[in-house]
C-alpha cells in the first residue's frame, strides 16, 4: 500500500495504472478463493439429503451411500463453524449424536432456518473463521487463513 501511494504522489500516471493492477490481481485471487469454497461445499453436498419430519421428531440424511435416520432429540452438541463479519455466508455445522455419530451440514443444504433450530436442547457453541474451509479443505492455504 505504501509503494502504491508513492507511485500515485510522484508519477501519478504509472501510480494509477499500479493501484488498478494490485485491485485486479487482489480481486483475480479472492474470487479464486470464493470459487475454490463454493466448489468443496458443493461438492459435498451436491448428492446430499436433509429431511427433516417435524411432527415425527426425526430426520433422514442421506449423502453418497450412506442413510442415516435420527431423533431430533439425539443431537447433542452442534458446533457452527461461521465467517467472522459476514455471519451465514459459507458456514457448516457438525451435529454429534448421542451415538458419537458426527454429521456435517453445510449452508447450502438450507436457506432460512437451519436444521440447528429444530434441535433446541442440544448444546451449541460458535466457532469464528475467516474463512470456513470444510475439515480438511483448509490444508490448501494453512498458513493464510
Known amino acids: 500500500m505504501l509503494i502504491i501511494a ?3 504522489a510522484t508519477r501519478p500516471n504509472v501510480g494509477v495504472a499500479g493501484l488498478l493492477g494490485a485491485l485486479a ?6 474470487s479464486f478463493l470464493v470459487l475454490r469454497l463454493h466448489l468443496s461445499y458443493w461438492r459435498h453436498d451436491q448428492d446430499a ?5 417435524r411432527q415425527e421428531s426425526r430426520a433422514e440424511y442421506c449423502n453418497n451411500g450412506i442413510f442415516l435416520r435420527f431423533a431430533l432429540a439425539d ?12 455471519r451465514g ?4 455445522q457438525i451435529f454429534i449424536l448421542q451415538d458419537g455419530t458426527e ?7 438450507y436457506s432460512f432456518l ?8 442440544a448444546a451449541r457453541h ?6 470456513c474451509w470444510q475439515p480438511g479443505d483448509e490444508l490448501i492455504f494453512p498458513t493464510l487463513f
Open 6 to 8: 508513492g507511485l500515485l
Open 25 to 30: 490481481l487482489f480481486s483475480l485471487g479472492w
Open 49 to 53: 439429503t436433509l429431511t427433516v419430519h
Open 75 to 86: 443431537a447433542v452438541q452442534i458446533t457452527e463453524y461461521a465467517t467472522r463479519g459476514f
Open 89 to 92: 455466508v459459507y458456514s457448516y
Open 103 to 109: 454429521l456435517l451440514v453445510t449452508c447450502l443444504m
Open 114 to 121: 437451519g436444521p440447528q433450530e429444530l434441535m433446541p436442547a
Open 126 to 131: 460458535t466457532v469464528p473463521r475467516t474463512i
